[in-house]
């Protein structure tokens, strides 16, 4: 077995670091932070049909609307998180989840996060997703059970 020289060894940790940022590279940037803490991009949930759900706690329609968006989501046919309009910490959160009884994952979105869909101008607004990411539906004001009935047969439809 021969003897490796310094400069052998330079360019073998040099080749290390350079696949260690390609891979790095490779992994989806973080759009949303959940209520752990956990950084978690929007590619990550992709796969199947994602409704995000724009609600504040100030927002009466919003909080009347989870149930019915926590039955969704438990059905498992459309994935449902729900993003904070109002900046806050995994902890209010956390809080936030507890004391309204929300049941569907709950998310900050980053300042960076190139999302492909806006900011919503009124609340509750809600974008419908299709499995890779696509935005397929703006749905603007209360999720009823008519509108609950038009996702499910959305989603019924899907291959």
């Not at 020289?5 to 932070?33: H, N, Q, Y």
């Not at 009884?101 to 999302?115: F, G, H, R, Y």
């Not at 809600?126 to 008519?146: A, K």
Request: net charge negative; glycine share 8%.
């Amino acid at each position: 077995m021969g003897r490796v020289s310094g400069k052998d060894m330079e360019m073998k940790r040099i080749c290390w670091l350079i696949v260690a940022t390609l891979l790095g590279a490779c992994s989806p940037a973080p759009d949303f932070t959940d209520e752990t803490g956990k950084s978690i991009s929007l590619s990550a949930l992709a796969g199947k049909p994602l409704l995000v759900n724009y609600f504040a706690p100030w927002c009466a329609p919003c909080l009347r609307e989870m149930p019915l968006l926590a039955a969704l989501h438990r059905e498992g046919r459309i994935g449902v998180i729900a993003i904070n309009y109002d900046p806050a910490s995994p902890g209010e959160l956390a809080e936030l989840a507890r004391r309204h009884q929300i049941a569907v994952p709950l998310m900050v979105p980053l300042d960076e996060a190139s999302l492909p869909f806006p900011r919503p101008g009124a609340l509750p607004t809600s974008y419908l997703l299709d499995g890779e990411g696509r935005l397929q539906e703006t749905l603007v004001g209360e999720i009823d059970e008519h509108r609950l009935a038009d996702l499910r047969a959305w989603a019924a439809a899907q291959p």
